[in-house]
């Protein structure tokens, strides 16, 4: 019974928090999580090929090629914040300045990566990452 | 409910990696016509007919537009003509348009040492190293030998089969 409860909760409105409206699994809360679960399950992805799926090297010659100072701790630190990030949209714990600490890191991906690339091909993905990522993290109370 | 979403979210997540691991390089909205300009550069740049390559390499980046491999190609048979920094430019673009195109930090590595910047080719050595090992191999080899030239095009000629060719 409190297992069951448990991951409603992880699923609705995060880790330890209870709710002002009551109900666990509204429309509300169901597509708010559908809306942080796109990010989520992209950054978990990348973030665990940065850190444990052999494309850590691959970060770092990104870095190096675009001057992202101290590449190869930039890289794992990316890696954890992608994870952690992930994580935190997922979980609903810590969602908002971890989704906040996203968006910075899409806005420089932009920025130092993508924007030669052009918008087709280039830097739509990241800026689709970044809006979710930082209206997530600017939301009114009360959406969770 | 929940288990079940949270079991479809897993595989979700281990479909993606599998997936994300299997990176390929083939460009994307680059024309019909950009690509076909590309291939016969390809031609003229294994039989070494630099100004025929450049032409057509030429017209595949006029065409092409964010066309990172013709850009690539393209500063590779300008710097077998002695256009070393033209060619450098070029290189900058190819990476500009993928910053982990591993053949073009090879090359611009080697324009750089035909330059004479032997500091620059070891910086873009560290970036080779991380991407494609067996073509930093060669590399370092070249960068020791002071010889820019030197199996530059392992793809041709049979020195090492496992380095990427440029992309077709």
């Known amino acids: 019974m409190e297992h069951g409860r448990f991951w409603r909760g992880l699923l609705t409105r995060g880790v330890g928090r209870r709710h002002p409206s009551g109900g666990l699994l509204t429309p509300p809360r169901i597509a708010f999580f559908l809306i942080r679960l796109a990010p989520a399950i992209i950054f978990l992805v990348h973030g665990s090929l940065k850190l444990f799926g052999g494309h850590h090297d691959r970060t770092v010659a990104l870095f190096l090629t675009v001057n992202i100072p101290l590449a190869e701790p930039a890289a794992w630190i990316v890696g954890a914040l992608e994870m952690a990030g992930g994580l935190a949209l997922l979980t609903g714990v810590l969602m908002r300045p971890l989704a906040f600490l996203l968006a910075i890191e899409m806005a420089v991906a932009i920025l130092r990566v993508r924007l030669p690339q052009g918008f087709l091909g280039g830097w739509e993905f990241e800026l689709t990452l970044l809006l979710i990522c930082l209206g997530i993290a600017i939301r009114p109370r009360g959406i969770d | ?168």
């Open chain 2, 1 to 168: 409910m929940v288990k079940l979403l949270l079991a479809v979210l897993a595989l979700a997540v281990l479909a993606v990696a599998a997936s994300a691991a299997d990176v390929t390089e083939v460009p994307s909205g680059v024309s019909t016509e950009a690509v076909k300009a590309f291939k016969r550069g390809l031609e003229f740049h294994a039989a070494k007919q630099w100004p025929q390559a450049i032409k057509e390499y030429e017209r595949a980046v006029a065409l092409g537009g964010r066309f990172p491999e013709a850009f690539n190609n393209l500063a590779y048979c300008l710097r077998k003509t002695g256009q070393i920094e033209k060619a450098i430019e070029l290189y900058k673009v190819a990476l500009q348009l993928r910053p982990t195109f591993a053949q073009a930090h090879d090359y611009l590595a080697r324009a750089y040492l035909a330059k004479g910047d032997r500091a620059a080719a070891l910086r873009e050595y560290e970036i080779v190293r991380r991407l494609d090992r067996k073509l930093a191999h060669c590399l370092r080899t070249a960068i020791d030998r002071n010889d820019p030239d030197y199996n530059d095009m392992p793809w041709n000629t049979g020195g090492s089969g496992a380095v990427s060719s440029p992309a077709a």
